[in-house]
């Protein structure tokens, strides 16, 4: 039994969406669920629609309303949907367009986009394109079920990002989909959308539809969660930075998820968590090159003699150094630091400490600039904004002699603010400025695999 995942780019036009239908039909195995993205970059517009009616600029809001609620109905058009069906998907949208225009008018009145309101407003984006896709599937001849993912993945009450709850999540799958799947159907379903116990609309995070595959993976004892997007699967490199990055056909649950949580978009950072705890693989394939070997993600990869096996980045970084003559040989420094940021609710990248300093790296918000007037009570704080996290992964990192010389030996020339070795077994991350993060990320990449590859070490 196989779980696909589609993300916004696999069905972002019609031909796109019709070679998702034609990889499900492909599927040898029963597929029991399917799980979509919202289409094309449609979060980012109802994401943009909401800001714009909360900025007052109503008129704007809702002309991007009406190019969405065109780029939907063509799609409806253009994919082969049955005679009976196009009605009602077509009302489908109509309804939810007009839910977004209410809500635009109403932001436009009060001035401010909730957190919950935004959740809110995100989740017509699935909410659609599962409804779109649904009918497609079922002209496709494919036995296609609808079905809500808010009555299916249970979370906190966190918004713009919650943290699901495993347990209600895994009663209500077996209660909803075991038997659909039992009856031969396959489930067309909303990623990254979800529901709080008090019956808030939440969601899993930007990105989050991967997490909503492995999650109902897990579940439904799946023999592989399947996620397809818009290149060869996890690659050396972000493909968008370093046009070279080249396909890695087997990586490790560990490697990947070190990779996700650096910063490759290709995976939400907590993919990987529930299939290690079901070891389930998962598989990150190409819908645009079908045929092409992709990713295959497993608790143990075979090792390649490579130290590193991808590099990731994180942009919009800032850089916040203390240092505190005054904690020298005095306890509990660190301690308080930790707890300011827990109060802070601030999740750091990479830090740095010695006994009288410390060096943090964390994403660029407002909690940054509460963490400095924290700060400052022990001592001069300097704050770097405009940086980047640059990490290498590889399961032999640590176990290759030579492999941090490597790594810094073409970048004598660069600025790096902050190195960090010891956090985990398989990365090595350190702190550049932005403005170099490009030229960096192509000379790591030229040495660890370009050169490799002139010296035909790759095969
Ligand atoms: P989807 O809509 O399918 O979820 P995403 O845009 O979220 O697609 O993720 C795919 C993108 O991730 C790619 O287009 C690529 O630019 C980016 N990416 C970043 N790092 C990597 C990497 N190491 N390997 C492959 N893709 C990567
Ligand atoms: N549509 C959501 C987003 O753009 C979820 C996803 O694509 O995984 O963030
Ligand atoms: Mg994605």
Known sequence: MRILKFGGTSIGDAESAKRAIEITKSEAVHVPLLVFSAMGKTTDRLAQIGERAAAGSLGEALALTADLYSYHMQMVEALNIGADDRDGVAAYCD???????????????????????????????????TQIMRAAMSGAGLPAAWVDARDIVATGESHGGAEPDAEATARLAAERLVPLYESGKIAVTQG??????????TNLGRGGSDYTASLLGAVLGAEEVQIWTDVDGIMTADPSLVPQARNIPVMSFREAAELAFFGARVLHPRTLLPAVESDIPVRVMNSRNPGSRGTLILA?????????????????????????????????????????????????DLIATSEVSVAIALCDGAGVEALVRELSDYGPVSVRKDQAVVCAVGESIKSTPGTASQIFEDLRDVRISLISEGGSEINLSF??????????????HGRFFERAAIEGEVS
Do not use: C, Q
């Open 95 to 129: 309804d939810i367009f007009g839910d977004i225009r209410e809500l635009a008018n109403g932001l436009a009145v009060v001035r401010e986009l909730s957190p919950a309101v935004l959740d809110r407003l995100l989740a017509f984006g699935e909410l659609l394109s």
């Open 300 to 348: 143990e990869a075979p090792r390649d003699g490579r130290p590193v096996k991808s590099i990731a980045y994180k942009e919009g970084m800032t850089l916040v150094t203390l240092v505190s003559a005054r904690m020298f040989k005095a306890h509990g420094f660190l301690a308080r630091i930790f707890n300011a940021m827990d109060r802070l609710r601030l999740a750091p």
């Open 431 to 444: 702190v550049v400025d932005e403005s170099s993060l490009p030229l960096v990320v192509r000379r790591l």
């Open 192 to 201: 990254f959308i979800a529901r709080s116990s008090s019956g808030a609309i």
